[in-house]
């Protein structure tokens, strides 16, 4: 827990414990600001989840400090617990305000650790609104960028630690208030810069660790409860179809060219973090050339796909929810970019690591719909699932789960999927697309250990349908054949096969050519799961 201050007492130097403070209170009053941030988000993307992006980017730091505390005794140093702040926000950051404010966070811990008196907040300030522009591939002026240079401009002459706390906060205030009449877009909704607005709440949250009192309102234009739409003739204009996160390892060299590729792909482009560990943001059309890029340029994981509204004229030019979405856990990046262009909002898994619940409500959150069909894909992950959709549901969305028990099960889901019927309708066509796939996935067994079909050694191929193991072989291509043979054995008229990209490139062609030779009448699909994926998983509709 975070210490509760005086009321009039007052700080002259940050302490770690300060530092938790301000940590829980920015995450309570991001909480409690929210829903109006998400409402007078219009900008870069009218997609009303700025105020929610920013609470999990907050949300994830204070888990780091909250872990360190636990982790020390008697308690951390301030180094390491502003080192925590901006590592944790760096992991969690969430959309385009979320990764700036990581940044923002990181560049003051730079300083922060060094000292946390006045002077050094001041510098800290300063190298932080640095250090977000220099990663932002296109800095535009009337947006986060703006309050964070004018929060460090306005106390550069430093002093003590109140009074710089208390300048940047004015400073902060007096220009997210002018953000309405720097963008066009802004001045047509008649709101102020989300993304502003957000900074402003967690530079409040530090005077108030600092002072002990509450600070002044946010300026500026008070949002509705539902984000204003540009009038008639001044449109939104289109933007690419996809939002792109990911953190990636990769040293400096191979970050500086992917900044050059990404941001020939698309635009928003957001680069942050350094020492080896990054978060990318940006927008694109392309989803899976923005994940190919990545895995060039070094280990990308935690991927995030979210396809933004898909009439941007109506639900996304105005900020309001989609009617329907649909959420898929998906293994490989391949596999997240083909379902993300089929208008999914996905979820990565990595090998032997299921994805929590706070992931599934998120990537819930994320679609920005009214309704949701969540794919899980996995037997494993039915429970976390179900409770990720009763969360939703409690926050007001209707949310329908398919018990899908793997990748191949999901993509017939969506292959059936139309938007345009009521929903339960959708649900039910989804779902008995998904039970009219069998489905199977072939492995390599990594020790010896029994199975339903022998024992079987390190090294051996498993063949598993349905979750059993039926096959145990030596060779992936014979293994594959056999396991195809039983499956269609009980019929079939489509056979999907999902390879990864350290399967042997033969495999696919030579599972197609068997399937032509022996069921004339059964048709054979392949998609590409790309890295992180089972060798094969094979679907029999």
């Known amino acids: 827990m975070s210490r509760a201050l005086h009321p009039f007492e007052e700080l002259v130097e940050l302490d770690a414990e300060a530092v938790r403070s301000w940590c829980a209170r920015s995450l309570d009053a991001l909480g409690r600001e929210r829903e109006e941030i998400d409402a007078i988000n219009v900008y870069p993307v009218a997609d009303g989840d700025t105020g929610t992006n920013l609470y999990l980017t907050a949300e994830a730091a204070h888990q780091a400090v909250e872990a360190v505390f636990a982790a020390s005794a008697p308690t951390p140093d301030t180094a390491e617990t502003v080192r925590a702040m901006a590592h944790g926000a760096l992991l969690g950051a969430r959309g385009n305000s979320g990764t700036i404010l990581s940044q923002l966070l990181r560049g003051m811990a730079g300083v922060l650790a ?91 949250a530090l005077l108030e660790t600092v002072t002990g009192q509450a600070p002044p309102p946010a300026a500026g ?78 280990r990308p994981h935690r991927i995030r796909i979210t396809h933004f509204a898909a009439d941007p004229a109506a639900a996304s030019a105005r900020g309001e929810r989609a009617q329907r979405a649909v959420v898929a856990v998906v293994p490989g990046e391949g596999l997240a970019g083909l379902c993300a262009e089929a208008g999914a909002t996905t979820v990565r898994t990595l090998p032997g690591e299921l994805p929590a619940g706070e992931e599934l409500l998120d990537a819930i959150r994320r ?112 293994t594959a054949r056999t396991v195809l043979d039983r499956m269609l054995s009980a019929g079939g008229e489509l056979v999907t096969l999902v390879v990864a990209d350290d399967t042997p490139p033969g495999l696919a062609p030579d599972l197609e050519a068997h399937v032509r030779r022996g069921y004339l009448a059964v048709d054979t699909t392949t998609y590409h799961a790309g890295a992180g994926a089972p060798p094969l998983l094979i679907g029999v509709e």
């Open 367 to 478: 679609a920005h719909a009214r309704e949701v069909v969540l794919l899980p894909n996995d037997t494993d992950l039915r429970q976390t699932a179900a409770a990720a959709a009763e969360r939703a549901r409690a926050e007001g969305i209707r949310v329908a789960l398919i018990p899908t028990r793997a990748a191949v099960q999901g993509i017939a889901a969506l292959a059936v999927h139309e938007p345009d019927r009521r929903f339960d309708e959708d649900v039910v066509a989804m779902t008995a697309a998904a039970g009219a796939t069998r489905y199977a996935e072939l492995a390599v067994a990594e020790r010896q250990s029994f199975t339903s079909a022998g024992v079987c050694q390190a090294g051996d191929v498993l063949g598993l349908i349905e979750g059993d193991v039926a096959v145990i072989g030596t060779d992936l291509a014979d």
């Open 114 to 204: 060094d000292g946390c008196d006045g002077d050094h907040l001041a510098r800290a300030l300063a190298e932080a609104a640095s250090a977000a522009r220099r990663a932002v591939a296109h800095p535009v002026e009337g947006t986060i960028l703006t309050v964070a240079s004018a929060a460090a401009g306005a106390c550069a002459a430093g002093g003590g630690l109140v009074d710089v706390a208390r300048n940047a906060h004015d400073g902060a205030r007096a220009a997210l208030a002018a953000t309405s009449g720097q963008l066009d877009v802004l001045e047509r909704a008649g709101v102020v810069d989300a993304g502003g607005r957000g900074l402003v709440t967690v530079l409040g």
């Open 221 to 298: 234009p008070v949002p509705s409860r539902s984000t204003p739409a540009p009038p008639e003739d001044c449109p939104a204009e289109d933007g690419p179809a996809y939002e792109v996160i990911y953190l990636l390892e990769a040293g400096d060299e191979a970050v500086e060219l992917l900044r050059s590729r990404l941001d020939a792909l698309g635009e928003s482009l957001v680069v942050v973090g350094g020492d080896g560990l990054w978060n990318v943001h940006v927008h694109v059309d392309d989803a899976g050339a923005a994940v190919e890029a990545g895995v060039e340029a070094g």
